[in-house]
């Protein structure tokens, strides 16, 4: 009971204590929100500009290449992925590339300033054109890779019917946009006002109260050393 009394105690000289240092602790907050504010001010142009590619349709080629690695195509998503992936990288060195695999799209991300956004805009167009072309130039090669496995094993195969459902169920469109879905430019502040401002305030009373606290340690020792 006593030492449930005393714990009782020390929590109430703590507050109390607490309470007398509020000047410290509101002068201490001012100087970190103080930083803060500047930090904001000095980024306030900073944004991110995100993107999402959505993989529709796979090619001949790249199911070869995915089968041969995999030896099954349940891991296809990834393989044809790491692909785009690697060719994206090759075009730019503007956009960061990650692949998210539980919504099965390739995220394209970008952070810089403001007045540089038209840039940026301009790249992005540009990938989505050149990974179009890229996939299309694919599809044109696939009649050279079927011929390639033209023997009687491959027809019996499993992959060489997948390859030629592919092949032929894209003679059918000329358009080679429908093979990505790519989602509208997201732009967004690369540092969140209002986040940070309440993270500040949250960070700077806590921070404060513990260097009460380590004052307060501190002078209890430094008595007893006195005694």
């Known amino acids: ?14 507050f109390f ?38 993989i529709n349709q796979t090619t001949p080629g790249i199911l070869v290449s995915c089968y ?13 992925t790491a692909m785009t992936e690697a060719v994206i990288q090759q075009m730019t ?9 539980k919504n099965r799209v390739i995220e394209l991300k970008w952070s810089g300033d403001r007045n540089q956004l038209p840039a940026a805009r301009a790249e992005l167009a540009r990938i989505h054109t050149a990974v179009t072309k890229w996939y299309a130039s694919e599809y044109q090669n696939d009649r050279t890779t079927l ?5 009687f094993a491959a027809f019996n195969s499993e992959l060489y019917t997948r390859m030629m459902y592919l092949a032929k169920s894209r003679e059918l469109y000329q358009d080679y946009g429908d093979c990505f879905t790519f989602s509208e430019p997201e732009i967004k502040s690369q540092y969140p006002v209002a986040i940070i401002v309440v ?11 513990i260097c009460c606290l380590v004052r307060k340690v501190t002078d209890g020792y430094r008595i007893e050393y006195l005694r």
């Open 1 to 14: 009971m006593s030492g449930a009394q005393n714990q009782d105690i020390d929590l109430i000289d703590i």
């Open 17 to 54: 204590y607490v309470k007398k240092r509020k000047r410290f602790i509101l002068v201490f907050m001012v100087v970190i929100m103080t930083a803060v504010l500047l930090f904001l001010f000095a980024n306030r142009n900073k944004v991110t500009l995100s993107n999402n590619i959505r």
């Open 68 to 80: 041969n690695e995999n030896n099954n195509t349940q891991n296809g998503f990834v393989c044809q």
């Open 93 to 101: 060195r503007l956009f960061h590339t990650s692949m998210d695999g």
């Open 147 to 151: 011929d390639e496995m033209s023997t």
């Open 199 to 209: 993270a500040g305030i949250i960070f700077s009373f806590i921070l404060a109260v």
